[in-house]
């Protein structure tokens, strides 16, 4: 799609809207058309993301702890506490995660000598492996949909704004 290309499509969104105007005339729904469109597209995308990872053996829930530990333990094991954080999972989700990616190889859970109940997590070089594949693979996925979308420059800058926004202003009052 050129970004330069009309914008008068309409979407579920826009005729939920023309039935709430008919229906409820009284109701005034700013947030539908950012919330509703927000929610629809991070179902697509979000489905097209598991397609991707389906060709790399993971689900984006196997790709979500792979990266963050690819971030966060770049070059040594991280607290598994320190990792349930930074996905905010509870320890029951994490431990299913987990136990599911180290029985693939992917990772090792180590003692830490640091805290006698603590556990610390690395990724094994076959996880490294295949992390590094599947970030490139989705990231340029990704960047190339936002490109065909959006195009290049002030549009998709405007939109990586105002989402980013919208979320540290969720995020801030959920604190």
Do not use: C, W
Request: no cysteine; hydrophobic share 40%.
């Amino acid at each position: 799609m050129d970004a330069d290309a009309p914008t008068d499509a309409t979407d579920a969104i826009d005729e939920i809207l023309e039935d709430l105007r008919v229906h409820f005339p009284d109701l005034e729904p700013v947030g539908l058309p950012v919330v509703g469109r927000v929610l629809r597209l991070a179902r697509q995308l979000e489905q097209r993301r598991e397609v991707q990872l389906h060709d790399f053996g993971l689900t984006a829930a196997d790709f979500d702890v792979l990266a963050t530990l690819r971030r966060k333990a770049y070059r040594s094991a991280i607290n598994v506490r320190e990792l349930q954080r930074s996905l905010m999972l509870s320890s029951g989700g994490m431990t299913k995660r987990l136990d599911r990616l180290e029985e693939k190889g992917l990772l090792q859970r180590d003692n830490d000598p640091n805290d006698r109940r603590g556990v610390l997590i690395a990724l094994t070089a076959a996880g490294t492996d295949l992390i590094d594949r599947a970030l490139r693979a989705v990231t340029d996925a990704e960047s190339e949909l936002v490109d065909d979308l959006l195009g290049e420059g002030n549009l998709r800058d405007q939109v990586a704004r105002g989402l980013r926004q919208l979320l540290v202003a969720q995020e801030s009052t959920q604190s």
